[in-house]
């Protein structure tokens, strides 16, 4: 209790850096910000030096209990406020055992390049679905349906572990991807 932060519903800016410096790792959770009344024009014009200069602030903010990180970029005519992950909390890559550049064989590269380019697509993000969500919420309305009474289990199927040859599987969706745009 004693340790626990106090909400100010304060962005407090303690500097700022050039935007492309932060890497995506860091990044968490962004939220909208919107002006008080009276301060639509101090968010305006942060809003377009951020935008002029490629500059993000770097900012504390207490949500709930909890001291943040966070980043206020421009995005379009809002500002966001990015939460953040501290140093600390980002994994380090060194202990992981990744293979080097030389590991692959250029024609399998060259296959899922190939794959790459097939399957690339303009972004839609509304075209992915929460399937999870989704399926929870028919949970609930069942359950409300029934009256709170224990629903049946649904049996599900086993799934079955099996090795993938990746360069296998990748020439397989390419011969398809190629044999389906010929159509």
């Known amino acids: 209790e004693r340790a626990k932060a106090k909400s100010t519903q304060v962005v ?3 500097e700022f850096v050039d935007l492309c410096q932060i890497d995506f790792i860091y990044f968490d959770e962004p939220y909208y910000l919107a002006p008080e009344k009276g301060g639509a ?3 305006a014009l942060l809003r377009e030096a951020l935008k002029q200069t490629g500059q993000a602030g770097i900012a504390k903010v ?3 209990t909890r001291e943040y990180l966070a980043a206020v970029k421009p ?3 809002v500002l966001v406020l990015e939460l ?3 140093s600390n909390e980002v994994a380090s890559v060194a202990d992981l055992n990744l293979p080097g550049p030389t590991a692959v064989p250029r024609e399998e590269l060259e296959m899922a390049i190939d794959l790459i380019r097939t399957m690339h697509r303009d972004w839609e993000p509304q075209k992915y679905r929460d399937e999870y969500k ?3 919420m028919a949970i609930i309305r069942k359950k409300i ?3 709170g009474k224990e629903l049946p289990r649904e049996k599900r199927k086993a799934a079955q572990a099996s090795v993938v040859d990746l360069a296998q599987a990748l020439q397989r969706s390419l011969e398809e ?3 389906a745009q010929k159509k």
Do not use: T, W
Request: proline share 0%; aromatic share 8%; hydrophobic share 40%.
């Open 12 to 14: 407090d800016i303690r």
């Open 41 to 43: 024009k101090a968010y």
């Open 62 to 64: 207490v949500l709930k």
């Open 75 to 77: 995005k379009d005519d």
């Open 84 to 86: 953040m992950h501290f």
């Open 134 to 136: 989704e399926d929870l």
């Open 145 to 147: 349906a029934a009256g």
């Open 177 to 179: 991807l190629q044999e």
